[in-house]
Nanobody
């Protein structure tokens, strides 16, 4: 069984930064892609960023140049560094880690950006 735990959400002022972390543990034989989604009230679930096992990254246009996704394969952990944050970044952020060829989801963490 695989467990995924997120951390790092909270309240930040516009222009500020936050770093989210998401770690998988348990019986893991292989980890493929990792990524982050977000959902704001009244809006669709949105892919924010993803990173493949080869380190190839993809970003939503709305966060390009501000957010950076990275991974630590030794720790089965993915990070999302969020800089120059805007009120429209306010959402519940959820990570996923494809472990043992199956997507495993974190519990979600609230990120609120005040203007």
């Amino acid at each position: 069984q695989v467990q995924v735990v997120e951390s790092g959400g909270g309240l930040v002022q516009a222009g500020g930064s936050l770093r989210l972390s998401c770690a998988a543990s348990g019986r893991i034989s292989r980890v493929n892609s990792m990524g982050w989604y977000r959902q704001a009230p009244g809006k669709q679930h949105e892919l924010v960023a993803m990173i493949t096992s080869d380190g190839i990254t993809t970003y939503a246009d709305s966060v390009k140049g501000r957010f950076t996704i990275s991974r630590d394969n030794a720790k089965n952990t993915v990070y999302l560094q969020m800089n120059s944050m805007k009120p429209e970044d306010t959402a519940v952020y959820s990570c996923y880690i494809v472990a043992n060829w199956t997507p495993q989801w974190g519990q979600g963490t609230q990120v609120t950006v005040s203007s």
